[in-house]
């Protein structure tokens, strides 16, 4: 319990401080923080829970890193169902309270129209800068193909661990910088999902891709790590 309880609270985090950094503070006139804010909030509160909770869940805070470290060979199939409940709970629960937090703001209303509406993800016309399927579909998959080698590197008994969190941090906050204008960056299902069901509309039905493509990268990251690039021995 202790394992789900750190992810439930990891992937809560994540949503509220980055999904929270976009909705409160990027679009402030003149003193907002903007995609390279944001994309730093990102990085840093997976930073901040890697060294935070890490030592006792391992620190996936994502559906689709679970399921790349267990195809990597780094986590057991038991425990996969139980984890990803937990992060889809705790992400809720994050879009949950800011959306609390908003509905306190005169004329607060979510546009299902708008693309990126309540941080929701998109593609096509439901994409920032109108990007396509495919084009988002691409971006998912190598972004969280990368961000699983970067993970499993990072983790690796041969690495120096007390550096981990923060090149998983730093490598989230590059995510971002790269895809925000694609499909406003997921390469985590969860985060996706607590997003769509309080939009709801076409961003709702997009949503497989925002499983699908991370899970797949996710897959391939640890299929190339555990084969090509780690040490079996």
């Known amino acids: 319990m202790k394992k789900l309880f750190a992810e439930f609270f990891g992937t809560f985090w994540l949503v509220f401080g980055g999904c929270g950094s976009a909705l409160l503070a990027a679009g402030i006139p003149e003193l907002g923080i903007g995609f390279t804010g944001v994309s730093l909030a990102f990085g840093l509160t997976v930073l901040t829970m890697a060294y935070a909770v890490g030592h006792i869940s391992g620190g996936h805070f994502n559906p689709a890193v679970s399921i790349g470290l267990w195809i990597g060979g780094r986590f057991p199939a038991k425990e996969l169902a139980p984890y990803i409940v937990s992060q889809c709970v705790g992400a809720v629960a994050a879009a949950g309270t800011l959306y609390l937090i908003l509905s306190g703001k005169s004329g607060f209303e979510i546009d299902p ?15 920032p800068q109108g990007f396509s399927i495919t084009s988002a579909f691409v971006a998912e998959y190598v972004l969280t193909l990368f961000f699983l080698i970067i993970i499993l590197g990072a983790t690796d008994k041969l690495a120096n661990g007390k550096f981990a969190g923060l090149a998983i941090g730093l490598a989230l906050t590059l995510i971002h910088l790269i895809s925000i204008p694609i499909t406003n960056t997921s390469v985590n299902p969860a985060r996706s999902l607590s997003q769509a069901i309080f939009v709801g509309g076409e961003p709702l039905t997009q949503v497989w891709l925002f499983w699908v493509a991370p899970i797949l990268g996710a897959i391939t990251g640890g299929l190339i790590y555990k084969n090509f690039l780690g040490d079996n021995k």
């Open 113 to 127: 129209t708008q693309a990126g509406a309540f941080a929701s993800n998109g593609y096509d016309s439901f994409s």
